[in-house]
């Protein structure tokens, strides 16, 4: 180490092991909704911005990709869906081993009630249809790290 170094040997074998380390998967989006059409909207909205989505047609099968993708690292769902609806999904993946996922549920049908059920389960936000493209844009870019 010379006299002008700033870190020690010992911290630049540390940098380069970071350095030299694979990148991680990048982080996807998984949107939920029953609607074909809403999915791929969505999906080519923020598609547009980068962010690299998958989509469910229903909750189950949301289920079973966060299980299965540790790359998913924010949901957007619909809350009226088929058997397991939006916030049936939502209190499943708070009880599992992605609890802290982010999640933002966008509706085109939606009372008070389910704004406060879906608050209590900690969402990032309860956006309406029809959808403020550039907040739910900012919104994903913010959770998963992404500069504005």
């Known amino acids: 180490m010379s006299d002008h170094d700033i870190l020690s040997d010992a911290e630049r074998e540390a940098l380069s092991a970071v350095m030299l380390e694979p990148d991680l998967p990048p982080q996807r989006v ?9 999915r791929e909207l969505l999906s080519e909205i923020l598609g547009l911005d ?3 989505c998958m989509t469910a047609a229903s909750g189950e099968s949301a289920l079973k ?3 299965e993708k540790p790359s998913i690292g924010l949901v957007i769902t619909d809350l009226r869906m088929g058997h397991v609806d939006g916030l049936d999904l939502i209190r499943q993946v708070r009880e599992s081993a992605r609890a802290a996922m982010p999640i933002i549920i966008v509706s085109g049908d939606a009372d008070v009630k389910d704004a406060i059920a ?3 389960l ?4 309860f956006l309406l249809k029809p959808i403020d493209t550039a907040k739910l844009l900012g919104l994903v870019k913010h959770e998963l790290g992404i500069e504005p």
């Open 118 to 120: 879906a608050m209590h």
């Open 65 to 67: 990709m966060i299980e």
């Open 30 to 38: 998984l949107i939920v909704d029953d609607d074909k059409d809403a």
């Open 122 to 125: 900690s969402v990032v936000d």
């Open 50 to 52: 980068g962010i690299r």
